[in-house]
């Protein structure tokens, strides 16, 4: 199994942290553009399609997330 102690969990974070500070800038700007893309679009997934499953109706104003309703 893929059991590890807390000291080894702690020492793959610190490797991959200096890793992760070592890539070249170009990487890094593309990584963190990318990252902000994933969480809007599960931002937009969230306030879309949640509202329709949640028994009690919207949880959030029916105009939240759309570009135009007309």
Not at 9 to 20: L, M, P, Q, R
Not at 42 to 64: E, M, Q, T, V, Y
């Amino acid at each position: 199994m893929g059991f590890k102690f807390p000291a080894e969990i702690a020492a793959f974070a610190v490797d991959s942290g200096v890793t992760k500070a070592k890539l070249p800038l170009d990487k890094m700007q593309v990584l963190g553009f990318l990252a902000g893309a994933f969480i809007a679009l599960g931002f937009l997934l969230d306030i879309r399609s949640l509202p329709k499953f949640l028994p009690n109706g919207p949880a959030l104003p029916p105009f939240w997330g759309q570009l135009s309703s007309r």
